[in-house]
């Protein structure tokens, strides 16, 4: 089994940054692609950013710019720089992740959401 554990939310004032981390434990063999998401009140999640476990990167519109994802393979970490935050970001962020256990097995997982709020 695995899990991932979130960290680095808060309250910011727009135009402020923040950076978040995930990091990957449990019986690991690899940690394939990495992903941050989000979801905001009475809305459905939605992807923010993506990163490949050979570092290739990809990101939704609304944060080209303006966040970062980066990873530490050695850590089975990944990380969100947020820049320019605007009150809109505001929302419960998720990392996901797809992770090769020791046991061959592959599964999606999930961590538990940190909150992200970006008011005056």
């Known amino acids: 089994q695995a899990q991932l554990v979130e960290s680095g939310g808060g309250l910011v004032q727009p135009g402020g940054s923040l950076r978040l981390s995930c990091a990957a434990s449990g019986t690991i063999y690899r940690v394939n692609d990495m992903a941050w998401y989000r979801q905001a009140p009475g809305k459905q999640r939605e992807l923010v950013a993506i990163?490949?476990?050979?570092?290739?990167?990809n990101y939704a519109d609304f944060v080209k710019g303006r966040f970062t994802i980066s990873r530490d393979n050695a850590k089975n970490t990944v990380y969100l720089q947020m820049n320019s935050l605007k009150p809109e970001d505001t929302a419960v962020y998720y990392c996901?992740?797809?992770?090769?256990?020791?046991?061959?097995?592959?599964?999606?997982?999930w961590g538990q959401g940190t909150q992200v709020t970006v008011s005056s």
């Open positions: 990163i490949t476990g050979g570092g290739a990167t």
């Open positions: 996901n992740a797809d992770i090769r256990l020791v046991t061959s097995f592959t599964r999606n997982y």
